[in-house]
């Protein structure tokens, strides 16, 4: 079977990395490279020992470290902690299924139907309200068994040049509960372009998941199923898209990013355009890499609804090897969720948390680092809960052993931009793309 889900180390479109950069290490060169034992829980594991797979950048597991480390000190389990190349890891765990070796726990990129009917329970962990998880991101099966919870999540979300906005004299909205719409929004970045001489309003990743967040905050349900897992776009959407395709006029915005693949990233850093909609992953980029002016992270525009395409940035199991090592495993993620662990993981590691109401402190030097981490955080409890849609459609995906290999909406829109079709019939051309990969019952 094919697994689908967020790649842990990139993400969908050219706006570069999708994990973020580690922050309380610097990462080394090279990839840490474990062996992927099993965990031995098989074959006589006991509550005094787990084995925790996860994949990862280099530096990034500095929170996962410090986690384990902390865990034994309190607890007297060792977790072994093993760090998988992402290449190969849904590979091993695929091949770990079949040889009756899976690990205790892990944090994977995407379920597999060969392992998921292994998966612990985790409905505990995520309805104690002391936790606050957004139930927005779970991933459950259709007899609503909680079969992982996000490690953290991802989100698209909107920069601006502010050196650009504030030499034109615009102001931007000063809190996620008084957003401004794509309209106000689009309006201000043409007046600040035309007042400044900026080539482009606007840069917006060639990305099916940035386009949904548009769509989503347009109140439409972008490619949708129905309850027989047939796909449609209503009118909302087709209004939405259609408005996106508008914007690619070579003023407002390029048409080259969706048409020929350059790079919105690398336009948007230039110093040359007002706006850029991408998402959190590029914070720690940013605040290395932009000199030459001031950036900062604004409020999603809502219009009228308050929303984003919001992913898991990685899904953490437990699987059920036997009665001991299960019932170690669902306690070592039970502590690992509660708000003073949970807050340490995501501070060390870099993470955008599931979880909200906590306070994160990041170890950012930069001022408008820590005010796009503050903002997002802000506004993820905000979303509504097509937000997650997306997400959970992959899980409901996977468990019925299908996966959309190819998403048509950045080729069938390209055509739209390009004059070869009217958006209209690039929906068409996209819904029957969803229709055949993963479209009807299991």
């Not at 060792?78 to 892990?106: E, F, M, R």
């Not at 002391?130 to 698209?156: M, R, Y």
């Not at 068409?428 to 993963?438: H, L, R």
Request: hydrophobic share 40%; glycine share 10%; net charge positive.
């Amino acid at each position: 079977m094919t697994t689908v889900g967020v790649r842990r180390s990139r993400r969908l479109g050219r706006g570069g990395m999708r994990r973020l950069v580690p922050l309380a290490a610097v990462a080394t060169a090279g990839a840490l490279l474990l062996s992927a034992c099993g965990s031995g829980s098989g074959s006589g594991g006991n509550a005094k020992s787990l084995t925790f797979w996860i994949s990862t950048v280099p530096g990034q597991d500095a929170g996962w470290k410090k986690l384990v480390a902390q865990y034994k000190k309190e607890t007297g389990v060792n977790v072994k902690l093993v760090n998988i190349p992402y290449d190969g890891y849904p590979t091993k765990l695929h091949n770990a299924a079949q040889a009756n070796s899976l690990p205790d726990v892990a944090d994977v990129p995407a379920l597999d139907p060969i392992w998921s009917s292994k998966l612990i329970d985790l409905s505990s962990i995520a309805n104690n309200k002391s936790n606050n998880i957004n139930a927005n991101f779970l991933a459950k099966d259709s007899s609503g068994k909680v079969l992982s919870i996000p490690s953290d999540v991802t989100a698209s979300g909107l920069f601006i040049n502010e050196t650009l906005f504030k030499k034109a004299g615009v102001s931007v909205p000063a809190s996620p509960q008084k957003t401004w719409t794509w309209t106000d929004f689009i309006a201000a970045a043409n007046k600040v372009r035309e007042k400044t001489g900026a080539k482009y309003s606007l840069t917006f990743d060639q990305s099916p998941s940035r386009l949904r967040a548009m769509v989503y905050e347009m109140g439409g349900q972008y490619v949708h199923a129905d309850s027989s897992g047939k796909f449609s776009v209503d009118a909302a959407t087709k209004k939405a898209v259609k408005y996106f395709v508008g914007l690619n006029d070579d003023k407002v915005m390029p048409k080259s990013v969706w048409t020929s693949g350059a790079d919105p990233s690398a336009m948007f850093q230039s110093g040359d355009v007002v706006a850029y909609w991408s998402g959190v992953w590029q914070v720690p980029a940013f605040a290395d890499s932009i000199k030459k002016f001031d950036w900062a992270s604004v409020p999603t525009p809502a219009q009228p609804v308050q929303a984003s395409d919001v992913n898991s940035g990685g899904m953490m199991v437990g699987f059920n090897n036997n009665g001991a090592a299960a019932t170690a495993a669902q306690k070592f993620m039970s502590w690992v969720y509660e708000p003073k662990q949970y807050t340490e993981l995501v501070e060390t590691s870099g993470f955008l948390p599931v979880e909200s109401g906590l306070n994160p402190k990041y170890p950012f030097t930069s001022a408008a680092a820590q005010a796009a981490f503050k903002l997002y955080n802000e506004e993820i409890p905000l979303y509504a809960p097509i937000s997650g849609y997306f997400n959970g459609a992959q899980t409901n995906w996977v468990l019925k052993g299908k996966s959309l290999t190819t998403d048509p909406t950045k080729t069938e829109l390209g055509k739209a931009i390009n004059g070869q079709q009217s958006a209209d019939k690039a929906l068409e051309n996209i819904v029957a793309g969803y229709n055949q990969q993963v479209g009807g019952g299991s």
